[in-house]
Structure formats: structure tokens, C-alpha cells
């Protein structure tokens, strides 16, 4: 018989949805959930997704048919290119193996599923502290051990880039480490170029494995070269001697989110047909077994775009709108609680990036803001930036204050 389930609570951010929902005052201000909002705080539909929907509704080959098991490859290769560069040295050796995933939650699943299964090194997978929160189930759930590196340095608001490298020195040979490859959930702070440096030669130095979690490219700065530095730069310095594991999304920048599409990455360290081809039919065999083969909608409208260059070139405007509505709200907030004195140093939010910030507003602050404000976010005092607009920002300025100075 089934008994004896225990209740879970249930999903924080999902929870502060609901709770968002059921508040009737009309002032509320959603900063929960990680969505893009435009400056009338509704979600958005690129244009460059309404052109390419257009046209694939407008061919006369238009169909419900079932996608290959590993996906759209028209997609799955475009989006190799998106993130690894059109010119990508790894491409052109013929080292990349890539399936299509139910977006970046799916690929992250694969990629534990694929650890569990294939990886012969120490077994734990390093997550930053913080890092979004389902990162530690979906590893843990396939039975993976989780440790955790230092990142965010709590007092200074700063990265802790001594305690990283401590962890990546410290952690057995081989070791699994989780990156973002930019744009860090909560935190919205990213290592400069040259910390990364540092970062990718010490992980290189201890063999470790590295996974990057990549969720937000072009949505950070606006420009998919900036923010595919990380990926490009452990490929290129890892060429020859060690694998690496890239987990995609187009939720963010492409809109994408409820269609669910994403992609995996392998990319082998030295091209070895023979190793690659058993890597896809593994991976093949994880999405037969679970989704028989992967959503199809979202990923032909994300194939239409990166394969029509007006619709790339659309797709690449669309970006800077979103990130520079963001940067804006970023330079306003800060401002605004500037000018009203809020006791405390505000200057992270603009040197922070991407969809969230970590504002530093204690849990009882967070509390505060929700009950007496209507102003929503996590317990952990992220704010998703997209929330902000024009006529909004001000009043949760002041909710700040208020809070700040109880
Ligand atoms: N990784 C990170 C860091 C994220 O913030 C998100 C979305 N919140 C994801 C992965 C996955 O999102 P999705 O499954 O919607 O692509």
C-alpha cells in the first residue's frame, strides 16, 4: 500500500508565487522568479521569437512530428555555435556531441545522470555557496555527493576568490566542479577575466571536471561573446587534456522559458570518433528512457533564429533591450536609495549582472518588505531585477529604506 509520504514543503520560490498571487494590494511588487518583465512589468515576446514564429507557421511543411531522440539538429548545432563561437576550434576538430534537453534544468539532469554513470573521478560535485537552489537536488537526487566552494563573501559583497581557488586546490584530484558561466545565481556577481584565468588554471592543475551551467548568455552584458568567456576559455585551455560538460538554456535569452529548450554538451578533450559516438548513444538512451525525444516547439523557433541571420541579427538587438533595461533599473535603484541616505553601501548593485541581485537585505529586512511593502523576494534577499520598472522602482527604494533603517 502507499502510506507514509512524507509532506515536502513546498518549492520557496514557486511558494512565493502563490503568495504574490493571493495579495490583493495593488502595489505589489514581484522580484521572485527570474523572468523578464518589459517596462510595463508584463512578460515578454521577442520579436525575433514573433518573426520566427511567423514563418514557421507560414511553412507549408509545417508539422507535430516526432523530433530525432537526440533532438533538432539543425538546433542542437546552431546552439553549439551560439556557445562555443561560429570559428570554435572544437567544432571544426569535430569534438563536440550535443542533445537537446528539456531546457537548462534538463540538460543539468543529463549532465548528473552522465556523471553518475560515466565518470570515473572523486565523485562529489562542487556547487558555489550560494548557488540557485535546485542545483542540489537535481545532483543529488542521481545519488551524487554535493560539496560546496566559497564564492560570495558575505562582508564584503565581493568574490571570495581565495576560498575558490582553496576549494578547487583542496578538493580530490578529478573532482566535479558546477561553474555559471555568467551571470551567478543568486549572487548576479561573475569573476573578472583574469579570476577566471586563475580559476580555469587551478581546476586545470588538479584534472578536475568542469560543468558549466550556462543560462544567461548574452542576457548578462548583451553580447553573447563577452558572455560565453568562461566556456570559451576553459575549451581553449583545456584543449588536448581534459573534457568538458556544457549545460544550455535558451529560457533567458531567448524567452524561451515554459517551451523548454535547452541542449547538452560534451566536449571531448581529443577528438576520438569512437569514444564520441558511444557518448551520444548513452545520451540518447538517458532521453529514450525518460521523454522518448525531446519538445519540439520551442526548439524550431530557436533553430529558425540562429539559422536566419535577420532573425540572428533581430535576436541580438533583442538581447540589448533586455539587458539594458535591466543595467538601467540597476543604475536607477541604486540611485534612488543613494539620494535617500539608505544606511549601508549600494554599489554592488550595478557592479553585480544579469537577472538577479544580491541585495544583502537580511531574511527579517526580506520579511518586512513582504508584509508591510508588498514588495516580493527570496529569503535569501535576491532580487530578480527584471521585476523593476519605471513605476515601481522609486516605492521599493523607499521600502528598502524603511526597512533598512527598522
Ligand atoms: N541554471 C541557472 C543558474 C538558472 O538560474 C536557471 C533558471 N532559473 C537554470 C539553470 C535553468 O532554467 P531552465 O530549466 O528554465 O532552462
Known amino acids: 500500500s502507499i502510506q507514509n509520504i512524507p509532506q515536502l514543503p513546498p518549492d520557496p520560490l514557486f511558494g512565493l508565487k502563490a503568495r504574490y498571487t493571493a495579495d490583493t494590494r495593488t502595489n505589489k511588487v514581484d522580484l521572485g522568479i527570474g523572468a523578464y518583465r518589459d517596462q510595463d512589468g508584463k512578460p515578454w515576446v521577442l520579436p525575433s521569437v514573433k518573426l520566427a514564429e511567423k514563418a514557421i507557421h507560414e511553412d507549408p511543411a509545417y508539422n507535430h512530428e516526432y523530433l530525432p531522440i537526440a533532438g533538432l539538429q539543425q538546433f542542437t548545432s546552431a546552439a553549439a555555435k551560439v556557445i562555443l563561437g561560429s570559428d570554435s576550434k572544437a567544432l571544426k576538430d569535430d569534438k563536440v556531441v550535443s542533445v537537446q534537453t528539456l531546457s537548462g534544468t534538463g540538460a543539468l539532469h543529463v549532465a548528473a545522470l552522465f556523471i553518475k554513470r560515466f565518470y570515473k573521478g572523486s565523485g562529489s560535485v562542487y556547487i558555489s555557496s550560494p548557488t540557485w537552489a535546485n542545483h542540489i537536488q537535481v545532483f543529488e537526487t542521481q545519488g551524487l555527493k554535493i560539496e560546496s ?38 549572487t548576479g556577481l561573475d569573476p573578472t577575466r583574469s579570476q577566471w584565468t586563475e580559476i580555469l588554471g587551478a581546476i586545470k592543475k588538479k584534472n578536475h571536471l568542469a560543468l558549466f551551467d550556462s543560462a544567461y548568455q548574452g542576457f548578462a552584458s548583451g553580447s553573447l561573446e563577452n ?180
Open 149 to 186: 566552494y566559497p564564492y560570495w563573501n558575505y562582508a564584503t559583497k565581493e568574490l571570495d576568490l581565495k576560498g575558490f581557488l582553496g576549494a578547487i586546490n583542496s578538493a580530490p584530484e578529478g573532482s566535479v566542479f558546477l561553474l555559471h558561466a555568467c551571470a551567478h545565481n543568486p
Open 227 to 406: 558572455d560565453a568567456f568562461a566556456v570559451r576559455s576553459a575549451i581553449d585551455s583545456f584543449d588536448g587534456s581534459l573534457p568538458i560538460l556544457i549545460c544550455q538554456s535558451f529560457a533567458k535569452n531567448v524567452g524561451m522559458y515554459g517551451e523548454r529548450a535547452g541542449v547538452f554538451h560534451y566536449v571531448s578533450a581529443t577528438k576520438d570518433a569512437a569514444l564520441q559516438s558511444a557518448v551520444l548513444s548513452q545520451l540518447q538512451k538517458i532521453t529514450r528512457c525518460e521523454l522518448s525525444n525531446p519538445p519540439a516547439y520551442g526548439a524550431k523557433i530557436v533553430s529558425k533564429i540562429l539559422n536566419t541571420p535577420e532573425l540572428y541579427a533581430q535576436w541580438e538587438r533583442d538581447l540589448v533591450t533586455m539587458s539594458s533595461r535591466i543595467k538601467e533599473m540597476r543604475q536607477t535603484l541604486r540611485s534612488e536609495l543613494e539620494s535617500l541616505g539608505t544606511p549601508g553601501t549600494w554599489d554592488h548593485i550595478t557592479t553585480q549582472q544579469g537577472m538577479f541581485s544580491f541585495t544583502g537585505l537580511s531574511k527579517p529586512q526580506v520579511d518586512s518588505l513582504e508584509k508591510d511593502h508588498g514588495v516580493y523576494l527570496v529569503g535569501s534577499g535576491r532580487a530578480s531585477m527584471a521585476g523593476f520598472n519605471l513605476g515601481n522602482v522609486k516605492a521599493v527604494a523607499k521600502a528598502i529604506d524603511q526597512v533598512v533603517r527598522e
